[in-house]
């Protein structure tokens, strides 16, 4: 089977999906019988496209060497299109987003699946925002809208949710989907202040420059949400009651230590109700991750509870998902 892909983004997860697919090109004819072909990539400079294949050795050393697509020599043809102008006029069987998060996506996603393409997304904004106009849409024109990626990176709790508990009723989520968070509050059990562990945070390209959508939770929120939409039904972002670390002091962290317990930003999701908060949780708890960890306890009316833990962000584990997603879709699992 050939598959047409179109790329929308060509940043660290956009490069990691092109670099899976080319690397283990065999293992995917062996393994699916499934060739890909990727016939446009775009970056916020320019999309490449070509209808007959695009060379991804040659994407991704224009891309690291140059910076932008836009300075891509004579090979190929350069177009300057809006994404939703990829979505509607690029021939593809599947519409990858891989973009900065952007609330407007879902409307490139709505175009993609009027032209009849699978559409696989690691931007969380569309469905936290406009999940409901977006599963009828893509369910109407009989088509796959996959999301792995945007919570646990490659760790499959939507698949989990969506695909494996079919005849379970989830009672709760309970977890932890910010990496971010967690680093800043390691490093404070260390002896640092929140501003000291943030900075060292954005040194490590760990926190954005902007840090306000982790260290307010609104990215854990985002997560919530789905996570929420995929298990209950859809809830309204407004809803869900969001306190962030930023009011976390060197002396709070001393006194959970005092007890054994470390703080982390905990999300707990049940029907309707969605709460993403700092919580004390014991130091021997499945809660107290480190690193880019995330962790989930889904409690549910028959398989009872059930821990995945695994990496939340990270190229590798984000292309996972991506990549599985685009499987999925095709073979229309
Ligand atoms: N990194 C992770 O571990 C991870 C994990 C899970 C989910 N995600 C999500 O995955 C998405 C991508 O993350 P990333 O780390 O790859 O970000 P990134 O490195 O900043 O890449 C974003 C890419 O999107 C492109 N872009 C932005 N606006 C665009 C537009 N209007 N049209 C076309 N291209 C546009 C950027 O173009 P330029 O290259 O020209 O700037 C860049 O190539 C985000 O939504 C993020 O939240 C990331």
Redesign the pocket.
């Known amino acids: 089977m050939l598959v047409s892909i179109s790329l929308?983004?060509?940043?660290?997860?956009?490069r990691g999906v092109a670099r899976v697919l080319l690397e283990k090109k065999n293992f995917f004819k062996r393994k699916y019988g499934i060739e890909f072909k990727v016939v446009s990539i775009?970056?916020?400079?320019a999309t490449i496209w070509d209808e007959g294949g695009i060379d991804l050795k040659e994407a991704l050393m224009v891309?690291e060497n140059f910076g932008?697509?836009k300075y891509w020599g004579s090979d190929y043809e350069i177009y300057h299109l809006s994404?939703i102008e990829v979505a509607e006029e690029v021939e593809s069987d599947v519409f990858i987003d891989?973009?900065?998060?952007?609330p407007e996506a879902y409307k490139w996603h709505m175009e993609a699946f009027r032209q009849g393409r699978h559409v696989v997304t690691?931007?969380?904004p569309p469905l936290v925002f406009y999940y409901t106009q977006l599963a009828q849409e893509a369910a109407m024109r009989g088509v796959n809208y996959r999301f792995e990626?945007?919570v646990m990176?490659g760790t499959p709790i939507i698949t989990l949710l969506q695909e494996s508990l079919k005849g379970d009723e989830v009672i709760s989520i309970e977890g932890i989907f910010n990496g971010t968070t967690t680093f800043i509050l390691s490093e404070m059990e260390k002896g640092l202040t929140f501003e000291e562990a943030l900075k060292k945070a954005q040194s490590l390209g760990i926190a954005e420059a902007n840090p306000d959508v982790d260290i307010k939770g609104f990215d854990a929120a985002y997560k919530a949400t789905i996570l929420h939409d995929v298990a209950f039904e859809p809830i309204s972002f407004k809803k869900v009651k969001i306190r962030g670390i930023d009011e976390i002091k060197p002396e709070n962290i001393a006194n959970a230590q005092k007890n054994d317990n470390v703080i982390r930003l905990i999300a707990k999701i049940e029907r309707k109700n969605v709460i993403v908060e700092p919580k004390k949780v014991s130091k021997n708890s499945i809660l107290a991750v480190y690193g880019t960890s995330n962790v989930a306890v889904i409690r549910s009316d028959l398989a009872g509870e059930i821990i995945l833990k695994g990496s939340g962000?990270?190229?590798k584990?984000?292309a996972s998902a991506v990549v599985s997603d685009i499987i999925k879709a095709v073979k229309k699992e």
């Open positions: 929308l983004g060509f940043g660290n997860v956009g775009s970056d916020s400079t891309k932008a697509l994404p891989v973009t900065t998060a952007n690691s931007n969380k990626a945007t990176a962000a990270g190229v584990e984000t």
